[in-house]
């Protein structure tokens, strides 16, 4: 696939105006066969279970099958995503965007809906889960490897919710052993969003404030998302988020890095 490069400025106003932006072709389709094996792979093996970097986004982790499987890192366990073509069109995207180079070390995730039992990715803004010193820097390149549309789980955003400060959150379920969060009072901005269907190899980039959600799987098809974030220094903030809705979270998945690393638990 030809390299994008960079964003045209009417993409990069619209970006800064609506918080997201579809673009409909971003990968090819012998990338998204590869990095979709890949995939395949890594949820099969179950691999960084140990290390707590696979999990159910949208439950506990104990026992039965996951609703919202989630792989972090992937590249750690699929070093052919480390320098993949797809991770350097992204890179340069967001260089181009933000007049600097990315950090080295971008961030990165595989998020799989089964047929018809993939749970819902509550409203939430990404910002809510991360450092709340900083107001962050990033853009989020949401890949899917599948058609998506609203029968399998695709993305919709509240356009504009970018330009809101972090919304307080609460984890799924109000259970604090649940991994995901949800914004609160998501009725509210659900009135104003709107979906964002795409063919597999589409990209949709989004901000770190821009309120997002993801559908259940109610198809019979499966919706696998390959995502990268690429993030450059942010901005501390006069007055830190009060993110208690991080800190009262201990997950299966922060007790098992624990006792891989011997460290503190840190959450997502
Ligand atoms: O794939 C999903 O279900 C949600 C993805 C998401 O929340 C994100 O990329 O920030």
Avoid at 34 to 52: C, M, N, P, T, V
Avoid at 223 to 235: H, N, P
Wanted: proline fraction near 8%; include cysteine; charge should be negative.
């Amino acid at each position: 696939m030809a390299s994008i490069g960079a964003l045209t400025k009417e993409q990069t106003a619209r970006l800064g105006e609506q918080g997201y932006l579809a673009l409909p072709e971003f990968v090819s389709a012998e990338e998204v066969s590869e990095i979709g094996a890949i995939f395949d792979h890594l949820l099969a093996s179950k691999a960084g279970w140990q290390d707590g970097n696979q999990f159910d986004l949208a439950g506990t982790d104990d026992g039965g099958d996951a609703k919202l499987p989630q792989i972090l890192y992937p590249s750690r366990y699929a070093p052919a995503l480390k320098n993949h073509a797809v991770v350097q069109r992204a890179r340069q995207i967001a260089e181009a965007y933000f007049g600097e180079a990315p950090r080295d070390a971008h961030g990165e995730h595989m998020i799989f809906k089964p047929p018809r039992d993939g749970a819902v990715t509550p409203w939430h803004q990404d910002q809510a889960y991360h450092d709340p010193t900083l107001d962050e820097r990033a853009l989020n390149f949401w890949i899917p490897l599948d058609d998506c549309d609203e029968q399998n789980g695709c993305m919709h955003y509240v356009p504009g919710s970018n330009s809101l400060d972090v919304l307080p959150h609460h984890s799924i379920g109000h259970d604090p052993s649940v991994h995901g969060l949800e914004v609160d009072e998501p009725e509210k901005h659900a009135r104003q969003s709107v979906s964002c269907p795409l063919p597999a190899g589409g990209c949709v980039i989004h901000l770190p404030t821009t309120l997002h959600y993801a559908g259940p799987n109610l198809s019979g098809r499966q919706r696998r998302a390959y995502i990268l974030i690429m993030e450059v220094q942010g901005t501390k903030r006069s007055v830190p988020v009060d993110n208690y809705w991080m800190r009262e979270k201990r997950t299966a998945r922060m007790e098992r890095a624990e006792q891989i690393s011997g460290a503190e638990p840190k959450p997502l």
